[in-house]
Nanobody, 123 residues
Framework: QVQLVESGGGLVQPGGSLRLSCAAS????????MSWYRQPPGKQRELVAV???????NYVDSVKGRFIISRDNAKNTVYLQMNSLKPEDTAVYYC?????????????????WGQGTQVAVST
């Protein structure tokens, strides 16, 4: 099992910045990728950014150029640096860790989730 603890959420004005942190603990040896999701009020959860063990990153189009996902392997921690925040970035942000097993070219993924941290962008 993997435990994920997010921190860094809060209230910020449009144009401001926040850095979210996600510390992973437990059985972390087989984590393939870590990511940040968000869920705005009344909407579906969406993938915001992902970073794989190989270091590749991907972002949803709406945050490209503004958000940066990074990791500190020694600390088992991933970060989401959020710049130029917009009101539409308001959401509960969730950390995700994915474990991956490949058997006979078939991929098996297991996801673990943090409790979420609230980000509110408002005047």
């Amino acid at each position: 099992q993997v435990q994920l603890v997010e921190s860094g959420g809060g209230l910020v004005q449009p144009g401001g910045s926040l850095r979210l942190s996600c510390a992973a603990s437990g059985s972390i040896f087989s984590i393939y990728a870590m990511s940040w999701y968000r869920q705005p009020p009344g909407k579906q959860r969406e993938l915001v950014a992902v970073i794989t063990n190989g270091g590749s990153t991907n972002y949803v189009d709406s945050v490209k150029g503004r958000f940066i996902i990074s990791r500190d392997n020694a600390k088992n921690t991933v970060y989401l640096q959020m710049n130029s925040l917009k009101p539409e970035d308001t959401a509960v942000y969730y950390c995700n860790a994915r474990k991956r097993t490949v058997k006979v070219a078939v991929v098996y993924d297991t996801d673990y989730w943090g409790q979420g941290t609230q980000v509110a962008v408002s005047t």
